[in-house]
C-alpha cells in the first residue's frame, strides 16, 4: 500500500469546537463539513460531533444526502442553496434547511415546494462580500414572502469578508447586517441571526445579544489563531484557557534515495541543481495527493524531527527532499504537515490559505482516524 497518509484526530476536532464555545456560551453552533469536511472526511467528522454540534453546514444536496444516508439526524444546511427546481422536493423529504441567497432561487421554491411537507430556509443578506446575498429591498420582500406563505425562516444570515485581517472592516459589516435586517420584526418573531464564522468568534465585539448561530469551518480544524492578528484580542485569548489544535498530520516515507554530485539537478526542469555532493530522497507525495506544486524548491518537510528543504519541481506522486548527512534509509516517516509544521504555516509560504491545502487532499491519500 502506497505510503502515504492522512491521520486525523477527531478528538481535537471536538475541542476545537468546545472552545469556540467558551468563547459564545449562549450560541448554537453549525459545524461546516463541506469539501468533504475540509478534506478531513464529512461523514467521519459529523458522526463524531453528533452530540456537540446542533447542525452541520455543506455545499450542496449532494453533501447533504450523503450525511443523511449516513445517519445524520441534526439539522443540515445547504449553504449554496438551490441550483435546480427539483432538488426542492429532495430538500423536503429529507428535512433539510436551505440558504435563499437570490431572487430567482425564492421564485423557484415558492412556485415548486411541496405544500404538506415542511422547509426550512435561511436568508442570506449581502453585507459587503459582494458574492451571494439580498440587498435590502429583496431581503424585505423575500422576508414578507415567506411570512405570508408560512415558511420556516430558521435564521437571517450574512458571510464576513475579511474577519481574519481587520475588526474594523468587520465590524462595518456587521452594522450594515443589522441595518438590513433591523427592516423586519425578526426580533418579535425570535428568528436568530447568524454572522459570525471562525475568525470573527475571536472579536468580543461581534456577539449578538439575540438567538445565533455561529458557523465553525476552518477554526474546528486547524489552531486558527494562527491565522488572526496578533493583537490585543489575539493575546487575551492566548492567555487564557483557550487552546486550539491541528486535526490532521500529512505524512508519508522515503521510497528511494539518491546520490546527487555537484551540479547535478533532479526533477522534472532540473529547477534544482546541487551545490554540493548531497543525497536525495524522493518521497510518495505529489500534486495528485494534494500537496502544491507550488511548495517546489519553497516548502520544507520533517523527517527525523528535523527540517529539510523539498529540492526540485513536486511531481504527480513523488517529491524530492535534500536529506544530505542525515543518514535517512527507505521506509523513514517524512512529516509534511501536522505536529512540528502546521498546515497553515505552509499555506503562507506559498501565499495560500490552509482551507486550499486541506480539500486538496485526494481521494488516493489513506486516512486514519484516531480519538
Not at 439539522?75 to 430538500?91: A, D, S, T, W
Not at 464564522?197 to 480544524?221: E, Q, V
Request: aromatic share 8%; hydrophobic share 40%; charged share 20%.
Amino acid at each position: 500500500m502506497r505510503p502515504i497518509n492522512a491521520s486525523i484526530n477527531l478528538s481535537y476536532i471536538e475541542h476545537n469546537l468546545n472552545q469556540f464555545k467558551l468563547i459564545h456560551k449562549d450560541s448554537r453552533f453549525m459545524a461546516i463539513v463541506k469539501a468533504n469536511g475540509y478534506g478531513h472526511g464529512a461523514v467521519k467528522v459529523a458522526q463524531h460531533l453528533h452530540n456537540s454540534a446542533e447542525g452541520f453546514g455543506v455545499c450542496s444536496i449532494e453533501e447533504a444526502l450523503e450525511l443523511r444516508s449516513a445517519g445524520i439526524t441534526k439539522k443540515v444546511l445547504v449553504l449554496n442553496g438551490i441550483f435546480h427546481y427539483l432538488e426542492i422536493e429532495q430538500i423536503q423529504e429529507n428535512n433539510i434547511d436551505i440558504v435563499i441567497h437570490n431572487t430567482w432561487q425564492l421564485d423557484t421554491i415558492l412556485k415548486h415546494k411541496k405544500n404538506n411537507m415542511p422547509l426550512n430556509v435561511w436568508l442570506k443578506v449581502n453585507s459587503g462580500l459582494n458574492r451571494f446575498g439580498l440587498n435590502k429591498n429583496e431581503f424585505i420582500y423575500a422576508y414578507d414572502k415567506l411570512i405570508s406563505r408560512n415558511i420556516r425562516i430558521e435564521a437571517i444570515m450574512s458571510h464576513l469578508h475579511s474577519a481574519d485581517l481587520s475588526l474594523e472592516k468587520t465590524l462595518m459589516q456587521k452594522n450594515a447586517f443589522m441595518q438590513i435586517v433591523n427592516n423586519v420584526d425578526f426580533l418579535a418573531k425570535n428568528i436568530p441571526l447568524s454572522l459570525c464564522a471562525s475568525s470573527a468568534c475571536f472579536y468580543p465585539d461581534m456577539k449578538i445579544n439575540h438567538p445565533n448561530w455561529i458557523r465553525t469551518g476552518i477554526g474546528i480544524y486547524v489552531n486558527q489563531l494562527e491565522n488572526i492578528p496578533q493583537n490585543d484580542i489575539y493575546k487575551e485569548i492566548t492567555n487564557g484557557d483557550i487552546k486550539f489544535k491541528n486535526a490532521m498530520t500529512l505524512s508519508s516515507q522515503i521510497i528511494a534515495i539518491r546520490k546527487i554530485k555537484v551540479g547535478d539537478s533532479t526533477g522534472y526542469s532540473h529547477t534544482w541543481t546541487a551545490q554540493k555532493d548531497s543525497e536525495v530522497a524522493i518521497v510518495a507525495g505529489g500534486y495528485a495527493d494534494g500537496i502544491r506544486r507550488a511548495l517546489s524548491n519553497t516548502g520544507e518537510v520533517y523527517i527525523k524531527n528535523k527540517k529539510v528543504p523539498i529540492v526540485g519541481n513536486i511531481s504527480m506522486d513523488a517529491m524530492c527532499i535534500d536529506v544530505t548527512g542525515l543518514g535517512v534509509k527507505i521506509g523513514d516517516t517524512v512529516e509534511i504537515w501536522g505536529n512540528l509544521q502546521s498546515v497553515s504555516s505552509m499555506a503562507k509560504k506559498i501565499g495560500t490559505i490552509a482551507h486550499e491545502m486541506l480539500t486538496s487532499i485526494s481521494k488516493r491519500v489513506h486516512k486514519i482516524y484516531t480519538i
